[in-house]
């Protein structure tokens, strides 16, 4: 054993051990405890504190499913470092099953640092992030599409950020939003905190998608073998890799015509000129095609089949010829699940 330290929060979690605990973050309004269930393992052996935190947005549920597998997954003998795994960080909206807490609608993910004294959400994320967050080296963030919506399994991170950079390579997504998180996100606070952060965007909300769930314990995996967090862990790498930056081609696809929305693609890579979606109006005599105004990827797209003008359809992003050529490689494989990517 290494000079590993105990993991402070309310109480101690000594080097070796692993806690179930449930930590008060407000109340409700009966005065009763609101409780944030948190598992923490303390590695025998010296390594890096990560946090991996799930349902910030209260109907986002992948995550949930991902931290409760790795808090389940990894003994305390195994580990050179400490996991701190955030189950549910925003009880009030998990209970409600809605994005946002319910009480004013406010958005836990736009809170943070948070402070004492202020709102509901700045207070909770201030709890969060004063007893949890700060003592961390890295962390990753697991969100979903907003309802209705769905999004192709990505990584957020902002890979000029070399610290950054190395946690979502390690991560091993196929695809990489790069920029800075809002201001008042997680990501961004953590981040500029020195305590680098991505955020997995995957899937549906209200589901459990098993694929990608899969997919995100592998990525969990794969940074735990880069940092020797869990040194014979074993690296999953992607096939492709597609870094979007801020100056790529990138578009919502908005309908033009109200009517009934079917999405005709066949893969989320879809080329110049071909149909995307195919708008109609209820007897079918009028018909508005939307086609691709570039090669690209479906990053998002719509799942409500009814539209007005100006409803976003789908969140397009260039790829480049090399990609789309690896992509399709890809598909023609059979390897290409649909599951696994939206
Ligand atoms: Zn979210």
């Not at 719509?302 to 397009?316: E, K, R, T, W």
Request: a negative charge; charged letters at 20%; glycine letters at 8%.
């Amino acid at each position: 054993m290494a000079n590993q330290a105990p993991f402070r929060y309310d109480a101690e979690v000594d080097p070796g051990d692993t806690r179930h605990v449930r930590c008060e973050i407000s109340e409700t309004y009966l005065g009763d405890p609101i409780e944030i269930p948190v598992t923490i393992i303390n590695g025998e052996h010296d390594g890096p504190v990560v946090y991996i935190s799930a349902a910030l947005h209260g109907d986002e549920l992948n995550g949930v499913k991902v931290v409760q597998e790795v808090a389940d997954r990894y003994e305390p003998t195994d580990i050179h470092g400490t996991l701190v795994c955030l189950h549910v960080c925003n009880v009030p909206g998990y209970l409600a099953q809605q994005r946002y807490i319910p009480i004013y609608d406010l958005d836990l993910n736009r809170s943070f640092p948070g402070k004492a004294g202020a709102n509901t959400a700045e207070r909770m994320a201030n709890a969060l992030y004063s007893t949890f967050i700060s003592q961390c080296d890295l962390g990753i963030d697991l969100h979903t599409s907003t309802r209705n919506r769905t999004t192709m399994y990505h990584v957020r991170a902002d890979m000029e950020n070399p610290a950054v950079e190395r946690l979502s390579r390690s991560f091993g997504s196929n695809l990489v939003l790069s920029g800075e998180a809002d201001g008042s996100s997680l990501r961004s606070v953590a981040t500029n905190d020195g305590i680098p952060t991505i955020t997995v965007e995957m899937g549906r909300a209200h589901r459990f998608q098993p694929a990608l769930i899969d997919r995100a314990l592998a990525g969990i995996e794969s940074v735990f073998a880069e940092y020797e967090i869990v040194p014979e862990a074993t690296v999953s790498w992607p096939g492709w890799t597609k870094i979007i930056n801020s100056s790529d081609e990138k578009t919502w696809l908005r309908a033009d015509t109200g009517g009934l929305v079917e999405m005709t693609y066949e893969h989320p890579l879809v080329y110049q000129g071909e149909t995307i979606c195919r708008i109609t109006n209820h007897f079918k005599t009028r018909e508005k095609v939307v086609t691709a105004p570039f090669t690209g990827l479906i990053v998002g797209v719509l799942q409500n089949p009814v539209a007005a003008p100006g409803h976003p359809l789908c969140h397009f992003v260039s790829v480049d010829e090399t990609t789309a050529a690896e992509i399709e490689r890809e598909i023609e494989s059979g390897e290409f699940s649909e599951d696994a990517w939206i």
